[in-house]
């Protein structure tokens, strides 16, 4: 696809193309779509039959404004797009408390609150720790790809599987249950693929929810009676307020750390591999030149983007670019296009392992685990090599892990909320005070919103 690729559809039809899974798997089909979206009308409103109504933004910086405004622009009570029948039962499911509440689907106050239980086990010092245990996965994929000889199934044989076991090892979760964990998360994620679906009615659905409630359901239980200094020790016994978290926001912050950054961390690396083989020209440079690989693993995550869209809800009358949006609708921000912007990046689908800078937009910019350099396992940009290659084997040359991603912080504001005491990954009680007017998103214009406190108390 290039910027001269020729235009076969009408706006309104690229803008349906969002509503569409398959487009997803034709880059030139999607890519057309946005490309003619940002040009002609960056800011569109789509009416599809099976979907409610809403706004699609396609340019990098209506994207970076309204993900600034997080209290103009909230996530619920639409955080994602899906089919107007699907919404209607998690309606139904949230009436009966069969619903999850992640980190994806709630705003601040709350998400600054549960967000500081885990963060940081996301940042450099814990990552360092667990560097032993992600180089050793590492180093026997790499071995694995050597021993299955000149061919392999990348995706399902390495890709899916190192991500993860690097975060289930930093759960805590014994190896012997990562087989069911895998299943389980392509069961969730592959809701509507015939090779992964457990089936195709909202109860057989529900069926995998209900399962991965019952699994850390138990492990919560044997986390509070027995703490093991590990993430899942800390989710367990996390307190709010003085008291644990509720069974459904306890299963849902496991099941976030456990699905999500595994699920778009095995796309980057797989989706990176095939940008590598596909540019073979980038991939000798790559290997002639291994100081390029931070900027390497930046430009898979935009180019891959594996996150392709999130939903905003507006909590009041305002505008993105020049468009007028009602209290009330919802505005689809679509990352694929903004990380293909004509005016943030300079040839933009050309992949470049050496570009910088590389303002990608690829997992969003609100609220990051992680810190903008942050190593471990979600950008660990560091050469793997085969522990001992044979002579004359020439297939572990430039072999190297691209262990996922970085979750950047795009603000240049020092990074919040400020802790009472020093909260660390290896124990101790803490507690975490929240203030509005300390957060390095714009706060809300009311007065009386400003420095109200919320603790989280975290005792394992």
Same mark, same amino acid.
């Given at each position: ?21 398959? +487009?997803?798997a034709d880059e030139t089909r999607l890519h057309e779509a946005l490309t ?47 089919? %107007? ?16 509440? &992640?980190?994806?689907?709630?705003? @601040? ?23 032993? $245990? *992600? ?19 990348? +995706?399902?044989? *390495? ?66 009676? =027995? ?6 020790? %800390? ?27 595994? @699920? ?14 596909? =540019? ?7 290997? #002639? ?5 931070? &900027? ?19 909590? +009041? ?13 919802? *505005? ?34 609100? $609220? ?17 090599? !085969? ?11 430039? =072999? ?5 991603? =970085? ?38 214009? !009311?007065? #009386? ?5 919320? +603790? ?5």
């Open positions: 696809m290039t910027q001269e690729h020729a235009v076969t559809m009408t706006v309104t039809e690229a803008g349906l193309t969002l509503t569409n899974p398959e +487009a997803y003619l979206l940002r040009r002609d009308h960056p800011v569109h409103r789509v009416e599809p039959d099976d979907y409610q109504p809403f706004w699609a933004v396609t340019r990098h910086a209506d994207i970076m404004e309204i993900e600034r405004n997080n209290w103009l622009f909230v996530s619920g009570p639409r955080p994602m797009l899906v089919p %107007t029948e699907m919404e209607a039962q998690q309606q139904q499911n949230e009436a009966d408390g069969l619903v999850l509440r &992640t980190l994806v689907h709630m705003d @601040d106050p709350g998400h600054r609150v549960i967000r500081a239980i885990g963060a940081d086990w996301f940042k450099p010092k814990a990552m360092h720790a667990m560097q032993q $245990r *992600v180089d050793e996965l590492a180093r026997g994929y790499v071995d694995r790809m050597a021993e299955l000889g000149s061919e392999c199934d990348f +995706a399902q044989q *390495v890709a899916v599987h190192y991500p993860l076991y690097v975060i289930l090892s930093l759960l805590g979760l014994p190896e012997s249950d990562f087989p069911r964990m895998l299943w389980l998360t392509q069961q969730m994620f592959g809701g509507q693929d015939p090779e992964l679906q457990r089936g195709t009615t909202p109860e057989e659905r529900m069926q995998t929810l209900l399962e991965f409630f019952a699994y850390f359901q138990e492990l919560t239980a044997a986390r509070r009676a =027995h703490p093991t200094g590990d993430l899942a020790s %800390t989710i367990a016994n996390a307190r709010v307020d003085g008291s644990y978290l509720a069974d459904f926001d306890t299963i849902s912050y496991y099941i976030i750390i456990a699905t999500a950054g595994h @699920d778009t961390t095995s796309s980057t690396i797989a989706g990176g591999l095939h940008a590598l083989i596909e =540019h073979p020209g980038e991939l000798d440079r790559l290997r #002639d030149d291994p100081a390029l690989l931070p &900027t390497a693993v930046d430009e898979m995550i935009r180019w891959v983007t594996p996150v392709k869209e999130f939903m905003r809800t507006a909590t +009041a009358d305002t505008e993105v670019g020049g468009v007028q949006i009602r209290e009330g609708e919802s *505005v689809l921000l679509s990352y694929p296009s903004a990380n293909r912007d004509e005016d943030v990046f300079t040839e933009p689908f050309r992949f470049d392992v050496g570009r910088d800078p590389n303002k990608h937009l690829a997992f969003a910019i609100r $609220r990051p685990l992680l810190s903008r350099r942050g190593p471990g396992p979600h950008g660990n940009p560091r050469p793997v090599r !085969r522990a001992a290659p044979a002579p004359g084997d020439h297939r572990t040359r430039g =072999h190297t892990t691209m262990g996922g991603h =970085h979750l950047r912080r795009r603000s240049q504001t020092p990074a919040h909320p400020l802790f009472d005491e020093g909260l660390t990954p290896h124990g101790g009680s803490v507690s975490v005070s929240l203030y509005r007017n300390v957060i390095d998103e714009p706060a809300p214009p !009311r007065r #009386d919103r400003l420095r109200r406190p919320f +603790a989280a108390d975290l005792r394992y």
